[in-house]
């Protein structure tokens, strides 16, 4: 098993671009979630799903969208970049609220 | 009042110290704790879980105080590779996503 995975691992964006961070797993999770990680903040919940087709926001879920069509997969759309969301994005996993987390390796992004 | 609260040290330890790190938590429902451990530049990983009863894994101890609201992590006889960030981890009632909180972690570095 691959776990889960994040593509790209690094990403430079100009403000305003617009652009699509991957996260899938075959661990056949029900339980997807986006986070952020800022240094001295811990990670931040972005959006997060519960299943296919369903979708809920977290803490800082603004400038953010996802969708959930399989159960493998979990994308996050950046609609708009702006320099304050530069950060280290983590995809992560889980049977249920309560269990364990798997996270993929995160992605690097800038905002220039 | 953050909802998870941790030292964020740095703890800088010699090869074979103890070393114990506590969390502090606001939401006396909370119902699952778990401490992960997350290298540099890393996702992070579960370490382990935090039964109400403490538990152990080796030279890992877990301990959960439920009426003052803090958990601890004791790690004997330290090792350099357990140079990474403890996060501390609380989860909620009801089990979703939402209800999952990270503290902002505690830097450990073990010296030789």
């Known amino acids: 098993n691959a776990g889960v995975t994040q593509t790209p691992k690094f990403q430079v964006l100009k403000t305003g671009q617009s652009m699509t961070l991957q996260c899938a797993q075959d661990m056949n999770h029900e339980y997807m979630s986006w986070y952020r990680q800022d240094p001295g903040m811990g990670l931040r919940l972005i959006h997060y799903?519960?299943?296919?087709?369903?979708?809920d926001q977290g803490e800082v879920p603004n400038g953010y969208n996802v969708s959930r069509s399989t159960t493998e997969d979990f994308p996050l759309r950046l609609l708009s970049a702006a320099p304050s969301q530069t950060s280290v994005y983590f995809c992560?996993?889980?049977?249920?609220?309560?269990?364990?987390?798997?996270f993929g390796p995160g992605t690097r992004l800038t905002v220039l | 009042r953050k909802e998870v609260e941790q030292d964020p040290g740095p703890f800088n330890v010699p090869e074979g110290a103890t070393v114990a790190f506590n969390c502090t938590y606001s939401n006396s429902a909370s119902q699952s704790f778990f401490w992960y451990r997350q290298d540099c530049r890393k996702e992070p990983k579960l370490l382990m879980s935090v039964y109400s009863s403490g538990n152990e894994d080796g030279r890992f101890t877990a301990q959960l105080n439920r009426a003052s609201q803090y958990i601890s992590l004791l790690i004997r006889d330290s090792k350099l590779s357990d140079s990474a960030t403890y996060l501390c981890?609380?989860?909620?009632?009801?089990?979703?996503?939402?209800?999952?909180?990270f503290g902002s972690g505690t830097q450990l570095t073990v010296l030789p």
């Open positions: 799903s519960v299943g296919a087709g369903i979708t």
């Open positions: 981890v609380v989860t909620g009632a009801g089990g979703s996503a939402r209800q999952l909180t």
């Open positions: 992560a996993s889980s049977r249920g609220g309560h269990n364990e987390q798997f």
